[in-house]
């Protein structure tokens, strides 16, 4: 193939939602679709003892919910397809942002019980501001749920987005009978006693030609051929252009835990979503078939194979190929670099790969080089915008609890900050250390992997602190002096980039009003 037809059949994207509407499965049911495994698990399961593939951490498996983005690539009908599996849960958050840079479209799931929820409206707010496309999937449709009319609704008001249906369920919960594909014109019966295959979808050329009526009761039908001439006259019919802009998001209706309904929406995913596209950076706007390769690091992971103690960073290619054993140029470390076993992933299972293309995800095994939003190219001094860290909201002193183990400690903090779960400060007065996050549970997870991955222990103590934010000046001198005055809320962090810690927000404004020479920053870019 021509790196130009590569190229097109690529297509990678993210699947989000509030915790717990289903995202961890319906991953495992598109990768079932695709034969890239051959049983699908459940998140929490007692019945089901295989987990789900893509949660592969101890704590994800303990605790029922994903806590990384994990990345799976698989062939399905000819294209190939990068997925993003992200966290639900909001104290994860900032990990699902920073993967949303990198994809080039989204499945939003959303729970038809539950409706629009909170974690939904942030990640769609994320989505809208980038213009991504997004399909949403309208998930656990044989359970006893909202009328699918108020969800749309719901979904429109909530959300802000212009929606289109594609497929339209027949009945809800007890009464659920299938789906209707307005998008291939085709009738799937529902039997929760067996997987959804083939042979139980049906051809309808038309929905008044009495077909219908041979597999769900006169109601049904009648009601059915009711809400597609609603869905006609209401909504505006399915424009790709007008998806790809991200102005409309057609609807999927299934149950994913049933495989029920995936296989359309895959079906219609790869016929509509967008192959890779354009991406920013602080000089022009790199194309995927542009010659030369770039590209940049989204995530970083340690431990994925804690028998083996790597740091794998998530490279995302933008334009160019990538090849194994190659030079590449380092834009901030301004060095050349070479990679021997590049890996593809099948969540925690890993392939060494001799070349990828745009839009595909690779792991690059660390030696400790890369930091989030790191630019790798062949020479060009670029780097990708909009990969920021967040100010965190949450601070607490970090407490030695075995001092024969301190040097673990501080290799385990190092490591796993950088994946940029967590952010690390040291005061400038007496060396403490602060780790500040975005959502408490970060603190758990962290607790969890020193002690799984590092064998170190620590505690967490409390700390006042409204917002840490980082202080820059073009005049050095009025930048030192103010550090020189406020030390006892001065820290530095990883990079030793001096940051100031406010206790309340009233101290905050005061600093600001007080210090017009000084900026102050709540997010790293």
């Not at 030609?209 to 019919?237: A, C, M, N, Q």
């Not at 590209?295 to 794998?312: E, L, M, S, T, Y």
């Not at 549970?441 to 840490?468: G, P």
Request: proline share 4%; net charge neutral; hydrophobic share 35%.
């Amino acid at each position: 193939m021509t790196v130009k037809e590569e190229i097109e059949r690529r297509r990678t994207f993210g699947i989000i939602s509030h915790p717990d509407a289903g995202k961890t499965t319906l991953t495992e049911k598109l990768l079932l679709f695709g034969g890239a495994i051959q049983t699908a698990g459940a998140v929490k399961s007692n019945k089901i003892k295989k987990h789900a593939t893509s949660d592969f951490m101890e704590i994800e498996r303990q605790r029922g919910i994903s806590v990384a983005t994990s990345v799976m690539g698989f062939e399905y009908k000819g294209i190939k397809i990068n997925l993003l599996d992200t966290p639900g849960h909001e104290d994860f958050a900032e990990d699902t942002y920073r993967t949303l840079t990198a994809v080039d479209s989204v499945i939003l799931l959303i729970d038809c019980v539950k409706g629009v929820e909170p974690q939904t409206r942030k990640l769609l707010a994320v989505c809208r501001m980038r213009k991504t496309p997004v399909i949403v999937f309208i998930n656990k449709m044989d359970r006893e749920g909202q009328d699918p009319f108020d969800l749309l609704d719901e979904i429109e008001k909530e959300l802000k987005i212009n929606v289109r249906p594609l497929s339209w369920p027949i009945g809800i919960g007890k009464s659920f009978k299938g789906v209707y594909s307005l998008y291939e014109k085709n009738l799937i019966l529902f039997d929760s006693g067996e997987k959804q295959t083939l042979g139980n979808s049906i051809v309808i050329n038309s929905l008044n030609d009495g077909t219908i009526e041979k597999y769900v009761s006169e109601d049904f039908s009648e009601k059915l051929r009711h809400d597609i001439e609603l869905i006609d006259g209401v909504y505006d019919t399915f424009d790709r252009t007008k998806y790809l802009n991200g102005d409309i998001c057609p609807v999927f209706f299934g149950s994913a835990v049933n495989n029920f309904g995936v296989r359309e929406l895959l079906d219609c995913f790869i016929q509509i979503a967008p192959p890779p596209l354009p991406r920013e950076t602080d000089v022009k706007i790199v194309h995927p078939e542009d010659k030369i390769f770039s590209g940049f690091v989204f995530k970083i992971h340690a431990n994925i194979d804690p028998r083996h103690r790597d740091r794998i960073a998530f490279l995302r290619v933008c334009s160019g190929v990538f090849e194994r054993n190659k030079n590449y140029y380092h834009t901030r470390e301004n060095r050349e670099v070479k990679f021997s076993n590049p890996t593809a992933f099948m969540a925690q299972e890993k392939n060494i790969v001799e070349t990828a293309y745009p839009g595909d995800i690779i792991g690059l095994y660390d030696t400790g080089i890369f930091k989030i939003a790191d630019t790798l190219t062949e020479g060009e001094k670029i780097i990708f915008k909009g990969i920021p860290r967040f100010s965190p909201e949450l601070f607490r002193y970090v407490v030695n609890t075995d001092p024969m183990k301190t040097k673990q400690l501080n290799k385990g903090l190092e490591q796993l900050t950088d994946e940029g779960v967590a952010q690390l400060f040291t005061k400038k007065t007496d060396g403490r250390k602060i780790l500040g996050t975005v959502g408490a549970l970060q603190f758990e997870v962290i607790q969890h992997r020193l002690k799984s991955e590092y064998n170190a222990s620590c505690t967490f103590d409390q700390v006042s602190l409204h917002k840490a934010c980082w202080i820059n000046s073009k005049d050095k001198k009025k930048l030192q002096s103010f550090i020189d005055d406020k030390l006892q809320h001065i820290a530095v962090d990883k990079d030793n980039k001096p940051v100031f810690l406010a206790e309340s927000a009233w101290a905050l404004q005061m600093a600001q009003e007080k210090n017009l020479d000084i900026e102050f920053y709540f997010t790293s870019e």
